[in-house]
């Protein structure tokens, strides 16, 4: 062997790269002017793809393995530089490695709420985040559309656009998925895969392609979320319950708020939902014991009883038997002015216009008058 053959042995390359990050996606394999010798040695390591890339333009790929380079496997680069017969002397070509391997746990979210029209509650604002995976499919595709003439290109680099798709991804699926809002947190998995199905187009186009997708959570405003507790909770206890239950709180709340009128005007229309409801509920018994008694031969109560629904701060209370309306009468709840009600007259009138009512006013003392 001659000494041009032995110092041309010498300056044979190896061209190959080491990936000590685990977020680059391409790196471009730098040496003085681009020049690449003859029969350099190539190494494309496994999750790895080389690009050769000749002014600009995109020429041969290699798949993983080791390669001497020259015209035989060279074929789009020998086309472009014109080589007819080979080359023996240096030739310039960048040399990119693309990672194929797959990209876990990449976060996103949603930067500003994301507005929908549910059929209950109406307009509301949602956010949600989660995790996706990505590998590139296509390198030269990849390297065409999205890295152009970068040296290193990042996760970093691309996190922002990938998360811009996802969202509107996202925005599009849980509107055409018509699920109720309350329901998004039982139904992560469906949302998760009606997205996955709408990405793929979108990162094929760049030479990619998510492998996974999750929705880890979805939120709503606070109020919102009250209320869907609220409802969730009425679909499983007894109504009739919650009602007492909320009367006898409020109740309490008004007796330990010593601030006035407003406090007792509360106390006293939640006292007579409760005695409503009371009421009520004892002459559903009286009913159906008369109804026993009847089928039992016994005659029902002798009818005729004074039975009136009085008007307290707004609401109707009631119905009051005597007893209950000189209750009322004596704690100046029932007035001559009190509008109240009972069957036979055709709308609310004054307790002061009422004939057998009128004794009711006359077993109590008036005020005294104001002295001088």
Excluded: H
């Amino acid at each position: 062997m001659g000494l041009f053959d032995k110092l041309r042995g010498e300056l044979i390359d190896i061209i190959e790269f080491l990936d000590n990050t685990q977020d680059t996606i391409v790196y471009r394999f730098e040496r003085y002017n681009n020049e690449i010798k003859n029969n350099a040695k190539l190494v494309v390591r496994e999750g790895q793809t080389a690009v050769f890339v000749d002014e600009g333009q995109i020429a041969d790929t290699f798949s993983p393995g080791t390669y001497t380079l020259n015209t035989q496997n060279l074929p789009i680069l020998s086309t472009l530089k014109g080589w007819k017969y080979g080359f023996n002397s240096p030739f310039k070509a960048e040399v990119y490695f693309v990672s194929t391997k797959n990209f876990i746990d990449q976060k996103w979210g949603t930067k500003n709420a994301i507005i929908l029209n549910d059929n209950r509650f109406g307009m509301v604002e949602v956010r949600a985040f989660g995790t996706y995976t990505f590998k590139v499919t296509d390198a030269s595709v990849f390297i065409r559309e999205i890295v152009g003439t970068n040296q290193t290109f990042t996760t970093d680099n691309i996190k922002e656009q990938l998360k811009s798709i996802i969202v509107t991804r996202f925005s599009d699926a849980a509107a055409e998925s018509n699920l109720p809002i309350e329901t998004y947190a039982a139904n992560l998995n469906e949302l998760s895969e009606a997205i996955f199905g709408f990405m793929k187009d979108d990162f094929m186009a760049y030479g990619m392609d998510v492998t996974k997708f999750l929705i880890e959570n979805v939120s709503m405003p606070d109020e919102v979320k009250k209320e869907i507790f609220e409802l969730s909770r009425l679909d499983k206890i007894d109504l009739d319950k919650l009602a007492k239950l909320k009367s006898a709180k409020a109740i309490e709340a008004a007796a330990e708020n010593p601030s006035g009128t407003a406090g007792m005007g509360i106390g006293l229309g939640a006292g007579m939902a409760m005695a409503n409801q009371m009421t009520q509920s004892m002459a559903n018994q009286m009913q159906n014991q008369n109804t026993q008694n009847t089928q039992q031969g016994t005659p029902p109560p002798v009818p005729g009883a004074i039975s009136y629904y009085v008007a307290v701060n707004g609401q109707q209370a009631g119905p009051f038997d005597k007893a209950g309306l000189i209750e009322l009468v004596k704690n100046s709840t029932l007035t001559r002015d009190t509008l109240v009600w009972k069957n036979g007259l055709s709308d609310w009138a004054s307790a002061g216009n009422q004939s057998d009512l009128q004794e009711l006013f006359t077993m109590t003392p008036p005020p005294l008058p104001k002295q001088d």
